[in-house]
């Protein structure tokens, strides 16, 4: 017999061993048994999820209002860990994308899936707790609340008190409460903001509070941060430090999707590049790429398709 081969008679007896096992196990038993199984397979599949898997995909999405298409069958998928760009003109459907995924708007087709589950007629708050966070084109803040506080309801998002836990003021109430300080302020450390913890909102620095913004979508504790327009208004030493910060938090282990206007901030920050033009996906690729795509130096530049202008 080769040597190299495993001994045939061991394999027929292991076979035979666990048939002959299943076999003598009572009905009982054998849920028990294949119950075992499941969640060991189950925790194998949650282990092979890592670095480069989907963690949401846009399938064929389709968003009207009336007779105006803002989106158009568009595809893609966010993969874990990436730093995605969403660009495109003015108008070109980009804030919708945000809004169809994070339940401002239902969908008029198409399907929006976060780690392979669809959310598409899930509930604003819904997708906040399944693990989408974002800010806004135009800064929505408290301006009344102070920073922290502003954060603070971001991590309201993750207690786990319920509404009379919080009126007769369990004790999981003051401890949720004491850790959501704590946490908004790391979080408003993190994004460089602590030194104005206390003052309200409104009376922050522009720069301050684009920041303060992310610190809150932050305290959800999202999977995937979606920033619409993050620069906007910034100079260019503030541009810098938000790629900056934006890259601090993809190393944070946070997948980002960020819609810029900014091509320097673009091709400085993203992995990936995907570009609307009126609603309709155009390219998806590389930075270096997409800034040598005929189509999208097109929609840019008003530059027509066969370049002959
Ligand atoms: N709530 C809405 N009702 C009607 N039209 C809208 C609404 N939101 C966006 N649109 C239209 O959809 C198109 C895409 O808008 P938007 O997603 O804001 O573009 P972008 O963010 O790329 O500049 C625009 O023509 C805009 O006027
Ligand atoms: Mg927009």
Known sequence: MNP????????????????????R???????????????????????AVGVGDTLLELRDLTMRFGGLTALD?????????EILGLIGPNGAGKTTCFNAMTGVFRPTSGDVLLEGRSIARSHRHQITRLGIARTFQNIRL????????????????????????????FPRHYAEERAGVEKSMALLEFVGIADRAAEKARNLPYGYQRRLEIARALATEPKLLCLDEPAAGFNPAEKDDLVALIRKIREDGYTVLVIEHDMRVVMGVTDRIVVLEFGRKIAEDEPEAIREDPAVVAAYLGVPDDGSA
């Open 142 to 169: 408290f301006g009344e609340m102070t920073a922290l506080e502003n954060v603070m309801v971001g991590t309201d998002a993750r207690h786990k008190t319920s509404v009379p836990g919080a009126v007769f003021r």
């Open 73 to 81: 069958s568009v595809s893609f998928s966010i993969q874990r860990g």
């Open 4 to 23: 190299q081969e495993p001994p045939t008679e061991e394999i027929h007896q292991a076979e035979g061993g666990l048939v002959a096992e299943l076999e």
């Open 25 to 47: 196990m009572t009905p009982q038993e054998r849920a028990a048994h294949d119950r075992e199984v499941a969640a060991a397979a189950a925790t194998d599949r949650e282990i």
